[in-house]
């Protein structure tokens, strides 16, 4: 290392750049940089076989959009984690009012695809507006449940609601339930790390229950879903099955790179069932490492936001990493047939421009609270001790 590189990075040095390195959590810089990179080079173990089957003579095509995304959702994560609390916060403001406005104009611009209008389409790219919605509705609902925590007056539960119930019923309209279902949970996550009485807690867990099951009733593609999860010997379950076949062809080590066979036989195994691609390629023990690395993220960046001072910050950082976690949950929960098919993208795994971007986002905004500030962290911490609620 040269010596001005290493002045660069000296704990003396006081610029913009010196700062943030020496205040930004590297443990979760350094694992989300390995589950990009795993993302690219998996993405170059998917794509031949998902571009001849679309018929796209470039055999990477994917692969290498994949690492455009990647490039780019770099550069957002670490501008956005070099943001102060309060640059969060107006950062989350404005990327929620303009997902929102563009989510209400898509019944009438939007892109359809398998019988959802969830996509913006221009310059040959794709741009999915509640991806982005996701994390700055969290930032936005934290912040309000700690300003409904002071006591000056401020209708903070009331507001959080309000924007949630917006979010969620443009998502119905699309429809996408497993996102409303995503976002549900972490809100409910947010909405109790604030610190509200567990009765509250309960009710609003009875009535997403309620609103989950109802959708069974309300939506076709959930119906069906859900009957092809309960009887797969009545339905078609191809997807499903070759993802069950790919994954127990792996074995302890897998195949090989690029020695897949079974990945052939998946339609959408280069963005949601990328994760039994890896599996039969690589085997169980990398499968069982991807999932460690997720954990890794999300149980550091929780214990994190524990030892922050500020309800803010503690329930806004925590939420992202729930937001996270729960995605990959899912994903992968789906490739193990555990749960019914969700179309969720497994973060910065799966190919996928605005799942590759939002989720550079969603870290960048968490790593930005998490950074250590005069007063951040302390003794002090009120974590999940409540406040005004009760």
């Avoid at 969290?138 to 449940?145: A, D, K, Q, R, T």
């Avoid at 998490?370 to 005004?388: I, N, T, V």
């Amino acid at each position: 290392m040269s010596t001005q590189t290493t002045h660069a990075f000296a704990r003396t040095d006081r610029t913009a750049i010196g700062i943030w390195w020496w205040t930004t959590d590297r443990w979760l810089l350094g694992a989300t940089a390995i589950l990009v990179t795993l993302g690219m080079l998996l993405s170059f173990a998917s794509s031949p076989a998902a571009a001849q089957r679309i018929g796209i003579e470039d055999q990477f095509h994917f692969a290498l959009r994949q690492c455009v995304f990647a490039s780019v959702a770099a550069v957002l994560l670490l501008g956005t984690s070099m943001l102060s609390p309060k640059g969060v916060r107006r950062a989350a403001f404005f990327i929620y009012v303009a997902a929102i406005a563009v989510m209400i104009a898509l019944p009438f611009i939007g892109h359809n695809a398998k019988g959802a209008t969830r996509w913006m389409q221009f310059a040959g790219f794709t741009l999915q507006p509640s991806e982005f919605m996701k994390p700055a509705l969290i930032v936005l609902v934290s912040w309000m449940f700690a300003e409904g925590q002071k006591g000056e007056g401020v209708p903070g539960v009331s507001i959080a609601f309000l924007l949630y119930a917006i979010a969620v019923g443009l998502l119905l309209i699309q429809p996408d339930v497993g996102q409303t279902v995503l976002i549900t949970v972490a809100f409910g996550a947010a909405f109790w790390m604030a610190g509200v009485p567990i009765s509250w807690i309960m009710g609003l867990g009875a009535v997403a229950v309620g609103g989950l099951m109802s959708t069974y009733f309300l939506f076709d593609h959930v119906h069906a879903r859900v009957q092809k999860f309960l009887s797969p010997d009545q339905a078609d379950t191809h997807q499903i099955t070759r993802a069950a076949e790919a994954i127990h062809a792996g074995g302890l080590f897998g195949r090989g790179p690029g020695e897949g066979v079974m990945k052939r036989h998946v339609p959408d195994l280069h963005t949601d069932f990328i994760y039994s691609v890896a599996a039969e390629e690589y085997g169980l023990v990398f499968s069982l490492a991807l999932i460690s690395l997720f954990a890794f993220v999300v149980v550091r960046g929780m214990m994190k936001a524990m030892k922050l001072n500020d309800t803010f910050e503690q329930v806004a950082a925590a939420g992202l990493f729930v937001l996270v976690g729960q995605q990959a949950m899912i994903n992968i929960a789906v490739n193990l047939n555990m749960i019914p098919t969700k179309g969720m993208t497994l973060p910065f795994i799966s190919y996928g421009g605005s799942s590759m971007l939002a989720m550079g986002l969603t870290i960048g905004l968490a790593l930005a609270l998490l950074r250590k500030r005069p007063g951040a962290y302390g003794p002090s911490s009120e974590f999940m001790q409540g406040g005004a609620f009760q």
